[in-house]
């Protein structure tokens, strides 16, 4: 059965330095990953995928994440944070079975300080 | 902005009661996803409809239902409210079914069961 996890409830990071949102994933087969982010009362918005190839993938609004299949991790990050980033922060998975469908995780919340 | 649109925004109803919410996909995608995320929660997968069938479905009892019709816009019914049921619904379109696709979300219906 696929899951995903994201270890951390809450994350903080000053303007201006790196941020790195976690997540691990199991999944039977190959691995089709995704991370969205939600902004208060609104739906939730692309950010990047990996379905096969570079390790790492480059996304929207300098995020980019980091495939890695021997620690089945697909960790979020951007090399300088801006008070904008601010937001709630979801990895997903991509079920194989049936419909295809998204496998959530519970989300993180990044926090990021003036 | 996506171009899934959803209405409406917020909605209030009693327990036992009825609700209808509505999805427009993306122009060019056949597929709408519906998801449920409740408060503080990740979003978690109700159904499916593909060229206006029913083409996979979550661990929801069958009181949620849905339709999509031939523009591919698609509705959410669900029957004999309970509380439980306040959440987030999210709709989310895509091009095809494949694992590689990539889907778009609307911004939401807020619904409040009292």
Redesign the interface.
Known sequence: AQS?AQPEDQVNVAEGNPLTVKCTYSVSGNP?L?W?VQYP??????LL?Y?TGDNLVKGSYGFEAEFNKSQTSFHLKKPSALVSDSALY?C?V???T??????????TRLTVIP | ETGVTQSPTHLIKTRGQQVTLRCSSQSGHNTVSWYQQALGQGPQFIFQYYREEENGRGNFPPRFSGLQFPNYSSELNVNALELDDSALYLCASSKDRPLRETQYFGPGTRLLVL
């Open positions: 995903v089709y995704f969205y009362n609104r739906g939730l918005q692309f995928k379905i979801f997903a991509r079920d194989p049936g419909a295809n469908n998204l496998f959530f995780g519970t989300g």
